[in-house]
């Protein structure tokens, strides 16, 4: 799915960053009801930046490059690892990351990419 506006507006990313104690500064009850606000005003702004790159964000796409590279360079080096890629705000979310590492059954640990942003990269690495 492509993060745009309108999807916004449907709730997904509204509900996340309402849920993120980092989004704003102001009190957690407040929270959800600037959250709209912002996504409501920001929607005509965004709707038209997005329509200049394409349609949507392209993240999740750079995110799913870097996870696949990642791959690659691990298997050039004799590493069978496999990345999966999870999103604090959009599709995949990080929780589906993790519930397709643990159904993979791999005898590993989880290892978490960036938390500094949306995007973050879940690896699945050896014990």
């Known amino acids: 799915m492509a993060c745009t506006p309108a999807a916004a507006r449907g709730g997904v990313q509204r509900k996340r960053a309402a849920a993120d104690s980092r989004a704003c ?52 080096r004799g590493q069978d690892a496999r990345v999966y890629v999870g999103m604090r705000y959009w599709y995949p979310f990080m929780e589906d990351a993790i519930a397709q590492a643990r159904a993979a059954r791999l005898p590993a640990r989880l290892r978490g990419g960036s938390r500094a942003g949306p995007p973050a990269r879940l690896g699945v690495s050896p014990p």
């Open 25 to 76: 500064g102001a009190a957690r009850f407040l929270q959800p009801v600037l959250a709209q606000a912002i996504s409501t005003l920001r929607a005509p702004k965004s709707s038209e930046g997005y329509r200049k790159i394409g349609g949507g964000s392209p993240l999740r796409r750079i995110t799913q490059e870097q996870a696949d590279a990642l791959e690659e360079a691990l298997r050039v």
